[in-house]
């Protein structure tokens, strides 16, 4: 069974400063992996995505990650946090479920901070 | 603009009631649509798997009698909590995914449920 590991409840940083969410993962194939972000009392928004193509992934709002397969590792980054970038975000692998149906498994979430 | 689209986003009721949540895809026809739940402060944790015309399959420890899934076109799914009690507050979110290797999952708003 797929597994998703973040490594940090929670970070905060200070505004204009770099973000580093980590993940890591667990897969007995070539996994699809995202990583969604959730403003308080709202659904998941998907940040971005990665499926076999390029190692390196960009997103939306900044957001970057890098699959590196070597070290199980789906690392989620930002060189500059905005204010609005405070929210929770889930790392996310994808599993075979009822009748090809791609099931999610969620990590259990970092949240951001940031600091004016 | 929003892909899925999610009601009530809040419901406040007394115990025993049923509270019926509704799922609409909107931007396309989802065979499959996800219902998750999610405690204060934790992870999305999938409930069930409902498939367009047939029956939910849901995940283990999950009650099929108390939360039941319909799923009766390929633009909706509604899900409905009987008889519902306290411990039956949280916040319930819906997905859909156009199917296939690696696509994303689109996720509503939420809904909000406290049983009083």
């Known amino acids: 069974a797929q597994s998703v590991t973040q490594l940090d409840s929670h970070v905060s940083v200070s505004e204009g400063t770099p973000v580093l969410l980590r993940c890591n993962y667990s897969s007995s194939y070539s996994p699809s992996l995202f990583w969604y972000v959730q403003h308080p009392n709202k659904g998941l928004q998907l940040l971005l995505k990665?499926?076999?193509?390029?190692?390196l992934v960009k997103g939306i709002n900044g957001f970057e990650a890098e699959f590196k397969k070597s070290e199980t590792s789906f690392h989620l980054t930002k060189p500059s946090a905005h204010m609005s970038d405070a929210a929770e975000y889930f790392c996310v692998v994808s599993d075979k479920g009822v009748q090809g149906a791609q099931k999610l498994v969620f990590g259990q979430g970092t949240r951001l901070t940031i600091n004016p | 603009g929003a892909v899925v689209s999610q009601h009530p986003s809040w419901v406040i009721c007394k115990s025993g009631t049923s509270v019926k949540i509704e799922c609409r895809s909107l931007?396309?026809?989802?065979?499959?649509m996800f219902w998750y739940r999610q405690f204060p402060k934790q992870s999305l944790m999938l409930m069930a798997t409902s498939n367009e015309g047939s029956k939910a399959t849901y995940e283990q420890g999950v009650e099929k009698d108390k939360f039941l899934i319909n799923h009766a076109s390929l633009t909706l799914s509604t899900l409905t909590v009987t008889s519902a009690h306290p411990e039956d507050s949280s916040f319930y979110i819906c997905?859909?995914?156009?199917?296939?290797?690696?696509?994303?999952?689109?996720f509503g708003d939420g809904t909000r449920l406290s049983i009083l």
């Open positions: 931007d396309f026809q989802a065979t499959t």
């Open positions: 990665y499926t076999s193509a390029a190692t």
């Open positions: 997905s859909v995914t156009a199917g296939g290797s690696g696509k994303p999952q689109h």
